[in-house]
């Protein structure tokens, strides 16, 4: 089983729609990350959580939520989708002093 | 601000020749982690190779190594011998202190068969 799940791995919907995606890790690590990638401009920070009552702001933060369920979870939402939220979505862990982040496989979503 | 500079948004090379991707960055600490991921069509990201900034000897994982120039703030990539399986993009990033990772826009690498 891989160790950072992402579901949904696609998803279509439409603008003004609320939309949650969530990740989950078996790697036992403390550090959670939400990241975005657009063609042509890599991936960016949206939010990180280095525990469960940690949570930070990323370069892109405005228009998205995130919430720390648990250690292991790790949930991200467009609160009112918008076009220019098409994108895909990366879910990344590490552990403390590792200086390696994990990816989840990516959640494609697509607001039309 | 630290920023990764990736001048090369695409390549493309022969299957079995060496190709080196180009990576600067900029940043005013002394320590710090170095990395490129690899992308393939799957869209998975992978680790290919770290460097750490206090180390002076290159990195090196098989057929990829490192050219990590710390004065200059540069960090290549070089994949020798090259697969067809090596098609992907490439994606230096940079990593502080605060764990936060910069990613370069990526180098989209195609291996000719």
């Known amino acids: 089983d891989a160790d950072v799940t992402q579901t949904p791995r696609n998803r279509i919907t439409k603008t003004g729609k609320r939309i949650m995606l969530e990740c989950s890790q078996t790697?036992?690590?403390?550090?959670m990350y939400w990241y975005r990638q657009d063609p042509g401009l890599g991936l960016r920070l949206i939010y990180y959580s280095f525990d469960v009552k940690d949570i930070n702001k990323g370069e892109i933060s405005d228009g998205y939520s995130v919430s720390r369920q648990a250690q292991a979870k790790f949930s991200l939402s467009l609160e009112s989708a918008i076009p220019n939220q098409t994108a895909l979505y990366f879910c990344?862990?590490?552990?403390?002093?590792?200086?390696?982040?994990?990816f989840g496989p990516g959640t494609r979503l697509t607001v039309t | 601000a630290q920023t990764v500079t990736q001048s090369q948004p695409e390549m493309s090379v022969q299957e079995a020749e060496t190709v080196t991707l180009s990576c600067t960055y900029d940043?005013?600490?002394?320590?710090?982690?170095l990395f490129w991921y690899k992308q393939p069509p799957s869209r998975q990201m992978i680790l290919v190779i770290r460097?750490?900034?206090?180390?002076?000897q290159n990195a090196t994982e098989n057929r990829f190594s490192v050219n990590f120039q710390k004065a200059a703030k540069s960090f290549s990539l070089k994949i020798s011998d090259s697969q067809l399986g090596d098609t992907a993009m490439y994606f230096c990033a940079f990593q502080n202190r605060d764990d936060k990772i910069i990613f370069g826009k990526g180098t989209r690498l195609h291996i000719l068969p």
């Open positions: 460097q750490e900034a206090y180390k002076q």
């Open positions: 790697k036992g690590h403390d550090r």
């Open positions: 990344a862990t590490s552990d403390f002093g590792s200086y390696e982040q994990y």
């Open positions: 940043t005013s600490e002394n320590n710090y982690y």
